[in-house]
Nanobody, 122 residues
Framework: QVQLVESGGGLVQPGGSLRLSCAAS????????ISWFRQAPGKEREGVSC????????YYADSVKGRFTISRDNTENTVYLQMNSLKPEDTAVYYC???????????????WGQGTQVTVSS
């Protein structure tokens, strides 16, 4: 069965850190570009970060640049999102998606995970 499964979300205080994982089963992640998106209540889904399959180039939304780091471990068939210096405005459901290109819009991705909740609050 082909699927992406996110994990690692939770409740954290402002300034804290979390590491999200996106594990693939049924297909090989290293052939795909992987993006992280997030969606807060009442807001549009937005692209957060992306890592390309071809050369490992990484991209970040301005709102997370310098705080978040995306990486991939092809031996584990997993992509990670290390999130540091978290802010209340980072609160959202975080999704990973697999596709061919880095896109900041949600269209064009072949596989999506079910999402993991991140809540930043004191």
């Amino acid at each position: 069965q082909v699927q992406l499964v996110e994990s690692g979300g939770g409740l954290v205080q402002p300034g804290g850190s979390l590491r999200l994982s996106c594990a693939a089963s049924g297909f090989t992640l290293d052939y795909y570009t992987i993006s992280w998106f997030r969606q807060a209540p009442g807001k549009e889904r937005e692209g957060v970060s992306c890592i390309r399959s071809t050369d490992g180039s990484t991209y970040y939304a301005d709102s997370v640049k310098g705080r978040f780091t995306i990486s991939r471990d092809n031996t584990e068939n997993t992509v990670y999102l290390q999130m540091n210096s978290l802010k209340p405005e980072d609160t959202a459901v975080y999704y990973c998606a697999a596709g061919r290109l880095c896109r900041w819009v949600s269209q064009g991705y072949k596989y999506w995970g079910q999402g993991t909740q991140v809540t930043v609050s004191s």
